[in-house]
């Protein structure tokens, strides 16, 4: 704007310098019998004018300077003419008159151009004022600008004065930070002897364990192997008490066989003896009968003849008879009784003795039994140390293998984070995040089992809210459930039954044929 200030005042110069020259023309034109030297004071004037305009013009001011320029030209060609021809008056006058003419065209000329610069300079005015306009608000603007820019230079200042506290505590923090890996280098070191104290420690402890638990299984072993030989020996000895008690069966069977012959035999004795006893009985009633009668006959008669002599003869012979025979029936239930006491002897022996068979029998099967259980017990809880043994063994193998692994890559790290490294580092406004190291393999396995752990928890978690959802809503559903379920039971609890039944049965076969009692006549 101040550019077309100054533009403006030059062209009202030289609107004032072309009318103040248009003016000194016209008086030079009435005077022009004025001595020269004053018209060429005048065109020098004329220059110095048009010298002291200035260079920064629009295109149209130069050209108003040309034209002026070859007004010039001819007013000085016209003087020099005028210095030059000393001729006559007419010719002077004819000359004047050109002069004068081509003044006053220059003159319109001028003029026109006057107007022209007029309305160039109203223009100028109105775009002065607009500009004017536009510089107020461009001056507005600069100072809303200048306003800002003051804020924006303090919120700088702010935010520096705010980083360069961050970039302390951070030089404060990085110092921390150096001191802290110092002191865990330290710790580092302490822990690594540490660790390897523990890991000697734990060798030896390990070694230790192996070798108790290697003379733990020998000793376990030693005693698995006397309880075999004296099962064995048990076995052996079981077997031949078995084949004992067998051959004592056979003959306590045998030896019955010929009491039962002989109390049939002496049964078969009594009941003769019985029947000669009651005929004895019979004959000796008969004959106290006749005695009786013979008595009385002998009472009755004092005198007798020889017939009845002969009687009495008879009839003692008879008596004898009677007294043998009463003897005879005496000895007869004397030994009767001997037989029955005998034979309720044999009796009472003979339930003894199988009573006695029956009770060793099943003394010696129980006992045997007893101790196969016990030490089939004692096989199994020796077979199942040596699977927990063996078991707790591969676990301590697994986890030395584990404590070797991770005292291997803790040896790394350590041997990583000894390397030196050159710390370079660049404060930036945004900060650069590092990228964390990968988790081992067995903790991403971990953490993949966890999620899936999680999804298999929600989706258990889910059928079993939409199981209940539907078992609430319909309760002909609930019923079908819980019948399945009753059935579903009482199905296993015969099946265990019976394979229970099975199994029992299987045992006692195994357990007889182990034992060699493959009689089935033996209780």
């Keep these: 704007m101040a550019s077309w200030f100054k533009v403006a005042e030059d062209l009202f110069e030289v609107v004032d310098r072309r009318a103040k020259l248009v003016a000194s023309e016209l008086s030079e034109e009435q005077s022009f019998s004025q001595p020269q030297g004053s018209s060429v004071e005048k065109t020098k004037t004329r220059k110095k004018a048009q010298k002291k305009l200035p260079t920064t013009k629009s295109p149209k001011t130069s050209d108003a300077v040309r034209e002026e320029t070859s007004s010039e030209v001819l007013q000085s060609e016209a003087q020099g003419l005028l210095k030059t021809t000393n001729t006559t008056g007419q ?66 200042v702010e935010a520096l004065a ?114 000669k006893l009651a005929l004895l009985e019979v004959e000796c009633a008969s004959l106290n009968q006749e005695l009786q009668n013979l008595e009385a006959q002998a009472h009755r008669g004092q005198k007798k003849s020889p017939e009845e002599a002969n009687q009495m003869v008879q009839m003692q012979a008879w008596q004898e008879e009677v007294e043998r025979a009463r003897r005879g029936q005496r000895d007869a239930e004397s030994k009767l009784s001997l037989l029955e006491a005998e034979l309720q002897k044999m009796r009472v022996e003979m339930a003894a003795m199988k009573r006695d068979a029956e009770h060793y029998s099943r003394q010696e099967h129980m006992e045997l039994e007893k101790r196969y259980r016990e030490l089939t017990d004692l096989l199994y809880n020796k077979q199942t140390q040596l699977e927990t043994m063996a078991s707790e063994k591969a676990a301590a193998e697994f986890q030395l293998e584990k404590e070797i692994k991770r005292l291997q890559e803790a040896q790394v790290e350590v041997e990583r984070s000894r390397v030196p490294r050159r710390a370079s580092m660049s404060w930036e406004e945004d900060t650069e995040i590092k990228a964390l190291e990968p988790l081992p393999l067995h903790h991403r396995h971990m953490a993949v089992a966890s999620i899936q752990l999680q999804k298999v928890v929600k989706l258990l978690d889910s059928v079993s809210v939409r199981a209940t959802r539907f078992l609430w809503r319909y309760p002909a559903a609930r019923i079908i459930l819980l019948c399945y379920l009753v059935f579903v039971h009482l199905f296993l609890m015969y099946l265990l039954h019976r394979l229970q039944e099975q199994a029992d049965n299987f045992a006692a076969r195994e357990l007889a044929e182990s034992m060699g009692l493959k009689n089935s006549n033996l209780p």
Excluded: P
């Excluded at 109105?126 to 809303?144: F, G, P």
């Excluded at 060798?203 to 733990?216: I, P, S, V």
């Design 91 to 156: 010719s002077k006058e004819a000359r004047l008159a050109r002069v004068c003419a081509g003044l006053s065209s220059r003159l319109q000329e001028y003029k026109s151009e006057n107007a022209q610069l007029e309305e160039l300079l109203i223009a100028e005015r109105e775009l002065s004022k607009s500009y004017e306009a536009h510089i107020k608000k461009l001056q507005k603007d600069l100072s809303l600008s200048k306003s800002e820019v003051t804020k924006v230079e303090e919120n700088m």
């Design 162 to 275: 705010a980083k360069n506290s961050e970039i302390e505590v951070l030089v404060n923090s990085m110092d921390a930070l150096k001191k802290q890996a110092a002191l865990s280098e330290g710790n580092l070191a302490s822990l690594q002897a540490s660790m390897e104290s523990v890991m000697r420690n734990r060798e030896l402890t390990e070694t230790r364990m192996l070798q108790a638990l290697r003379e733990e299984l020998a000793s376990a072993e030693r005693r698995a192997e006397e309880e075999r030989v004296a099962h064995n020996a048990t076995k052996m000895a079981a077997m031949e008490r078995e084949v004992e008690l067998e051959h004592q069966a056979v003959e306590a069977s045998t030896a019955l066989a010929r009491i039962q012959r002989v109390a049939d035999e002496r049964t078969t004795k009594a009941a003769e003896f019985e029947q």
